[in-house]
């Protein structure tokens, strides 16, 4: 079941000979419980992609549709209810509070969502992220990796449909890099969500389901099972 | 407020400091209010006690007793429930050890000017007067005999009275007679009936006197018209006014530069879909919680630094006063969170998280 289509989306910046047409005529469909990678260099569009899916940016045409929902007919304040509602956040270890406590990182969205999960359901999160002993630390005890769990302990709360993950290992070394994807792969299985993985990365793309590659504002077809070769191949390099 | 306290709680140097700085500021406030109040009692306090609703003056006297000069029979000619009538004059006491510049009211016993004694008796017999017993703290004591500056008579205390001082001097009450007997000397009788005012009593202030040569001032106004009062009491307020706004910038220029700091962090919040609204309502909280601990602070202080002042600094807590000056005091200090609101609004979420 599609949770987001993307239906003829483009985005330009400046007007006349100015303009860049930072994404090109776009579609994209992406079902629950698939774990998405879109690839490519600084610059190609792929934090636009991923601000527009996220809400944040309006497309300059086209429609962006998250559970039935046409985002680009929206107002900013219902956007945000979307992004509250729908949308969980992965980015670089800048998304947490830097005076909060890990356990309050939490309770503040549970504050702000009016808190739709359990305490047994928040217990379970705690416990398959393997940060039920960090709760009372803050961000600046925590390390790299450990805090990239906590970031996705906070997008997966209160059930999204969406993860949208901006470059989540760019601060990591290999290892924690592969345990974050580990970690995003199992929580999308898990919980069905669609989880958007924006890198240039490709050591992560193995653990995706599909991968897109994006060049100069152009969103290539997806390739499926892939493997690492078939990834180089695509790339031309092998 | 979840989010307000929690930074407070980690962040504690940081706004130890600004609470310390709201903590002096209200601090001053609440002291130079102390010190208005206590200046202006010591200007109003024997008026105060005459309870009355005006006073009447010569009309060229220019609303000062002191200038103001009229004969007993004038009394004839007011309309009112209540009059009493007052001499008025400025003199050097001493006691032979200190000397002090007093304001002599002479007045009839029976009278409402006559004040309740609180230490020794009634003035019944020429040159016996009452004082203020603010004067206890200059040395006088019961049974002295003061000479005066500008008069052969002595005077001798037989009473104290509380709150009795006009125009900052301490006041020595006594009879109409012994005041014409200071103030002319050997002219007295022929002056005997030479007084200052008349004061009254009385429901209405209108039609007092018809008299042209008389004018009723309301005692307010009388109290505002004495030498220096107004000028006074304008300065004071003027420094409480412009404290007012100084915390207000403080806190404004405080609380910008933490939120321009913070403007990533808030940035990514607003992409996780956490609204302007919430974050700027914690701003306010935040604000208002240092505003609050910091005037609270600065009021304790000013009661308890109060009561160890020497008395002959005039300063009097009126805590009406106090806690509506605090309250102003958190109110201006909140307001400075405005720009800092402002701030918080045009964040673009698209900008915190690097697209």
Known sequence: ?238 | MFLAWQEIKKNKLRFTLITGILMLVSYLVFFLSGLATGLANLNREAVDKWNATAIILTEESDKSLYQSFMSIDQLNDIKADETAVIGQLNVIASNGDSKQNISLFGINREEFLMPDVTEGRDFKKANEVIADDSLKEEGFKLGDELSLSSSDQLLKIVGFTDQARFNAAPVLYTNLATFHQVKFGDAAKQNKDQINGIVVQNDSLSNLTQNDELTSIEIETFIQNLPGYTEQKLTLNFMIYFLFGISSIIVAIFLYVLTVQKISMFGVMKAQGISSYYLSWSVVAQTFILASIGTALGFAFALVSGAFLPAAVPVSFDVTVMVLYGFILMAVATAGAFFSVLTIVRIDPLKAIGG
């Not at chain 1, 559970?67 to 107002?75: H, R, S, V, W």
């Not at chain 1, 949308?87 to 998304?95: E, K, M, R, T, Y």
């Open chain 1, 1 to 238: 079941m599609a949770v987001l289509e993307l239906h003829q989306v483009k985005k330009s910046f400046g007007s006349g000979h100015k303009k860049v047409e930072a994404l090109k005529e776009t579609d994209f469909l992406a079902n629950r419980g698939e774990l998405i990678a879109i690839i490519g260099p600084s610059g190609s569009g792929k934090s636009t992609f991923l601000t527009i899916v996220g809400g944040l940016l309006s497309p300059t045409s086209g429609d962006v549709i998250i559970n039935g929902e046409n985002l680009t007919t929206l107002n900013e304040k219902a956007r945000s209810q979307i992004r509250l509602r729908e949308i969980g956040f992965v980015l670089q270890a800048s998304n947490l509070i830097p005076f909060l406590s890990v356990a309050n990182q939490l309770k503040l969205l549970d504050k702000v969502k009016k808190g739709n999960m359990s305490k047994v359901e928040r217990n379970q999160l705690y416990e398959d992220l393997g940060i039920a002993d960090l709760l009372m630390k803050y961000p600046s005890d925590l390390s790299g990796g450990e805090r990239q769990r906590v970031a996705i302990a906070k997008a997966l709360y209160s059930n999204p449909s969406i993860i949208l993950a901006d470059e989540p290992t760019a601060s990591l070394d290999s290892d924690r890099a592969y345990e974050v994807m580990e970690l995003l792969k199992k929580v999308t299985k898990q919980k069905k969500t669609t989880t958007i993985v924006v890198t240039h990365d490709i050591r992560l793309v193995d653990y995706c389901d599909k991968v897109y590659k994006m060049t100069d504002g152009v969103l290539s077809t997806a390739l499926e099972n892939h493997t690492r070769v078939q990834h180089m191949a695509y790339e031309g390099k092998i």
